[in-house]
């Protein structure tokens, strides 16, 4: 089968092929399926963000969409960034501005959660997932792999920025949420066939 994926975030969309291009789904971009939207992102929850995405190009293209709204919650932050992770600081300047913000904050208190809700819609209906992440966040950028903060996020030792991208999809929450749309789609659409 054949997915949109309400995105303009190349990352997001590369994590998402590599995920379930796997699963036989084939993962189309707004821009090959016809839709160039940019809906304002405005609502106050991961899930309603994700559903603003995927209804604006749902209503152009009318067939399987679905859109990833994501983001850090640093628990010394109260949640910050969290779902205005994407206009927290400069493009690039992410991780910068967090380790200066984290900087007194000691070991023990560095927890923090990647969170990513995924929502879907096809003719038959639509819904949310929500999976997350769990790590902390260490002093320095270490990696070149990934995206936004994944220089800064430690999973067992290691940055997400350090592990390969087969690595970080097996537990990441892009990950885990899309493995729980695959569930739906195959539900929707029976199993599907990655050789087809
Ligand atoms: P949005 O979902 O388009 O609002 O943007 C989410 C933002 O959260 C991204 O621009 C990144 O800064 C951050 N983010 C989401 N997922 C990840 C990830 O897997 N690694 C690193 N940063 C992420």
Do not use: W
């Amino acid at each position: 089968m054949k997915a949109v994926m309400a995105t303009n975030n190349p990352n997001k969309l590369k994590e998402a092929r590599e995920i379930l291009a796997p699963l036989g789904i084939e993962v189309l971009s707004q821009q090959e399926a016809g839709a160039a939207v940019e809906p304002e992102e405005n609502g106050e929850t991961f899930a309603d963000n994700a559903m603003i995405k995927a209804k604006a190009v749902f209503d152009v293209v009318h067939m399987p969409v679905f859109a990833d709204d994501s983001g850090l919650c640093v628990d010394a932050l109260h949640g910050a960034p969290g779902v205005h992770s994407a206009r927290y600081a400069p493009k690039g300047q992410e991780c910068d501005k967090l380790l200066r913000e984290m900087q007194n904050v000691p070991d023990a208190e560095r927890s923090a959660h990647f969170a990513c809700c995924i929502a879907y819609i096809d003719e038959n209906g639509s819904g949310t997932l929500s999976a997350a992440c769990h790590g902390k966040i260490g002093y320095t950028q270490r990696g070149g792999n990934g995206f936004g903060y994944d220089p800064v996020f430690l999973y067992n030792g290691r940055t997400l920025a350090e592990l390969s991208s087969d690595e970080k999809n097996a537990i990441s929450h892009r990950g885990a949420a899309l493995r729980l749309l695959y569930e739906v789609y195959q539900e929707r659409y029976g199993k599907q066939d990655a050789d087809k």
